[in-house]
């Protein structure tokens, strides 16, 4: 059964980092453009981040550019999002996904998600 799961969630003070993992079981993550979306109480899910599967291009939303990271380990099958600098209204669930197409376009697989929660 295809599966995506995250890891690394949970509870971090503001200024503080986290590292999500998101890894793939039963398909290859390369031939994959995997992005990384959010969602928090009472909002709409927004997309996070996204990096193609050809050139490695990565894409992020303004709410986050110059504190996130996406990154691939093909190796490992797994997608990562270093988060830096976090901010209270950076909780929420973040979920990875994966896309047979290009960031953007819509995406085929999506995992269960992982808590982020930032405060003091």
């Known amino acids: 059964q295809l599966q995506l799961v995250e890891s690394g969630g949970g509870l971090v003070q503001p200024g503080g980092s986290l590292r999500l993992s998101c890894t793939a079981s039963?398909?290859?993550?390369?031939?994959?453009?995997m992005g990384w979306f959010r969602q928090a109480p009472g909002k709409e899910s927004e997309g996070v981040s996204c990096?193609?599967?050809?050139?490695?291009?990565?894409y992020y939303a303004d709410s986050v550019e110059g504190r996130f990271t996406i990154s691939r380990d093909n190796a490992k099958n797994t997608v990562y999002l270093q988060m830096n600098s976090l901010k209270p209204e950076d909780t929420a669930v973040y979920y990875c996904a994966a896309s047979r197409r290009l960031c953007g376009m819509g995406y085929d697989y999506w995992g269960q998600g992982t808590q982020v929660t930032v405060s003091s």
């Open positions: 039963e398909f290859t993550l390369d031939d994959y453009a």
């Open positions: 990096i193609s599967k050809s050139d490695g291009r990565t």
